[in-house]
């Protein structure tokens, strides 16, 4: 009798500590992959709202072509994001302070993945497609965030121009 409980409860034990993490990896990936967030730069965008298409090239020399865009406050646009290069690249949408705060971040865990719709990781030769309601005027910025990118200043900035100019 012995010999059979001691299985059984090494069975019961892992199966009880699996079962949260299984849960927690389910809810984890709908939370990003359903929900929309209010950022200060924007919301994520619907395709069947998009108003026009911005390319953005990201290229080895750390740079973005263009680096700097304009955009209409209330304008959904989708930023198709190429990869030119032969190295991985990142596009991310945020203020500075984030930026900074992300790319510390990204040092510390260089293979985190990305799965917010201001975020694209884009192998080379691939492109990505980011959907984004610039509903907040200001000055925002952009940046490759994998480590040695951003320092190296692969950065851009986004003009969201109000309606009242």
């Known amino acids: 009798m012995k010999n059979f409980i001691t299985p059984m409860l090494l069975g ?5 500590a699996t079962i949260p993490v299984l849960a927690h990896q389910a809810n984890h990936s709908a939370h ?3 929900e929309k967030e209010q950022k200060d ?9 998009v108003t026009r298409t ?3 090239t990201m290229l080895d020399t750390m740079r973005f072509v263009p680096d700097q865009i ?11 994001v190429k990869n ?4 991985m690249h990142e596009l991310v949408i945020g203020t500075k302070q984030e930026l900074d705060m992300h790319a510390e971040m990204m040092k510390k865990h260089p293979n985190m993945e990305h799965d917010e719709p201001y975020m694209a990781h884009v192998a080379p030769g691939k492109s990505a497609d980011m959907i984004w309601n610039f509903n907040r005027a200001g000055q925002f910025d952009f ?5 040695g990118h951003y320092s190296a200043g692969m950065v851009g900035k986004i003009n969201v121009t109000s309606g009242a100019q």
Do not use: N, Y
């Open 12 to 16: 019961l034990t892992i199966a009880t």
């Open 32 to 34: 990003h992959a359903m």
């Open 41 to 49: 730069w924007g919301i994520g965008g619907d395709a069947s709202a």
């Open 54 to 56: 911005i390319e953005i």
């Open 70 to 80: 304009t955009v209409k406050q209330g304008e959904t646009v989708r930023l198709t």
């Open 84 to 87: 030119s290069g032969k190295v």
């Open 143 to 147: 940046a490759c965030l994998l480590p």
